[in-house]
């Protein structure tokens, strides 16, 4: 039986109205549920970059990518998982600070490197960036204090190197 894994799919489309939604629809159609989704423009304001993690076996994502092929708005599709890349979130953490726990709260924050970006009467609004499991460790780190909210971008992610995802197919 093939292993069921995720998957960062990098894919480059023409910045068009509904282009988003053409290529959310063909998961959907398919069954697939995207675990997460970050989209903008790149260095050419023409292209759009929709980075998409998707778990699937190899089969899958291979039929996913033929599929996505077909719209023709869709210039380049690499699985960033089978290159040397690096990938990054961004999340937004709100979490309930006393007196009692401020201090706590700002040594976890010193230790992963993230930053404080908002001060309330009761709470702390940290800022923090790095790979998936980071962001998961700190808000399992942050959670007994009382995670108020949580927003998560998704990953984006580019090849490492010289090797780029160039615009032909």
Excluded at 12 to 37: C, K, M, P, Q, W
Excluded at 132 to 137: E, W
């Amino acid at each position: 039986m093939a292993e069921m894994q995720s998957h960062t799919l990098s894919i480059l489309v023409e910045n068009h109205f509904g282009v988003l939604t053409r290529v959310a629809a063909l998961f959907a159609r398919r069954g697939y549920n995207i675990d997460s989704l970050a989209v903008g423009r790149t260095e050419d304001p023409d292209v759009s970059r929709m980075t998409i993690v998707v778990y699937g076996d190899d089969a899958v994502i291979e039929q996913v990518i033929k599929q996505l092929y077909k719209l023709i708005e869709v210039i380049k599709v690499v699985d960033l998982s089978k290159e040397e890349h690096v990938d990054r979130e961004l999340a937004l953490i709100k979490v309930a600070a006393t007196s009692e726990t401020r201090s706590d709260i700002l040594q976890i924050v010193e230790i992963f490197r993230a930053k404080v970006i908002d001060v309330g009467t009761n709470t702390l609004m940290i800022e923090i960036t790095g790979g998936s499991d980071k962001i998961s460790a700190i808000e399992k780190l942050l959670r007994p204090f009382g995670i108020k909210e949580l927003a998560r971008t998704g990953k984006v992610g580019l090849l490492r190197g010289a090797k780029d995802t160039a615009k032909e197919k």
